[in-house]
């Protein structure tokens, strides 16, 4: 039997990147799979049609995870429609990288909206349809422990406060048995952050492996903490960066 048959999974910003590995991967497991996208609605069907290639139901919704209402309602989409939510992926993300004097207020309210509380609000409402089993899995940053140089600040302060976050969703909902963990990539091969893009350099010279990974690596985490390899493992930051934070 597939590992995730039977399962229902939803994964923001899940139409291209980690998230469509993610997507993917949970897929070819067995799950069927939703994911939120904002305006790349050609390559969330893409991502779908792949989900459904596998043999699973797929569904993507239009939802901005800086919009309360339209990331608890996803959530409740999912369950509406593929019958209930066993895992959710906390993925969607934004990087805006400036000086501390050229962050503006709304640099900041989109920043803390999409990674801090989208995540909150989207792991608040599916540990109402959760039941024991039920796996909350968020996407960090080794940034949050390591800020290698100037323009970060903002950035590394929202995916930090996904720590704190992480450890208390393991306390409220381990009594239920639901887990709740983060993985904190590093330099990952992705259109936001290429292996051949500007700074790349830099980045790879800061890896103990020396080079860049890839969104599978990712991937093959968020299955493991997903399925029966994680069911004890709760309230933890996994890091991923190939030694960056080495």
Not at 48 to 74: C, F, L, S
């Amino acid at each position: 039997m597939a590992e995730f048959a039977g399962k229902v999974a939803l994964v923001t910003g899940g139409s291209r990147g980690i998230g469509a590995a993610i997507v993917k991967r949970l897929a070819r497991g067995g799950a069927d799979v939703a994911l939120t996208y904002v305006s790349a609605a050609d390559k969330g069907r893409s991502v779908i049609a792949d989900v459904e290639a596998a043999g699973r139901r797929g569904m993507a919704i239009a939802a901005d995870t800086a919009d309360p209402a339209a990331i608890v309602g996803a959530v409740e989409r999912t369950v509406a429609e593929l019958g209930r939510l066993d895992i959710l992926v906390n993925n969607a993300g934004v990087a805006i990288m400036a000086p501390i004097e050229a962050v503006t207020l709304a640099d900041l309210d989109k920043t803390l909206g999409i990674h801090v509380r989208g995540v909150f609000l989207a792991s608040q409402a599916a540990a109402r349809h959760m039941g024991a089993g039920g796996r909350i899995i968020s996407i960090g940053s080794c940034l949050a422990d390591r800020v290698p140089g100037p323009g970060i600040a903002l950035y590394s302060m929202s995916k930090s406060a996904l720590v704190g976050l992480t450890k208390g969703l393991a306390r409220d909902l381990g009594p239920r048995g639901i887990t709740a963990n983060l993985i904190q990539p590093g330099p990952i091969d992705t259109d936001m952050n290429p292996a051949n893009g500007a700074g790349a350099e830099l980045q790879r010279s800061m890896l103990a492996l020396g080079h860049y990974g890839n969104t599978d690596d990712i991937a093959a985490t968020v299955a493991h903490l997903a399925g029966e390899g994680g069911r004890f493992i709760t309230g933890a930051t996994i890091t991923i960066d190939g030694g960056f934070t080495a």
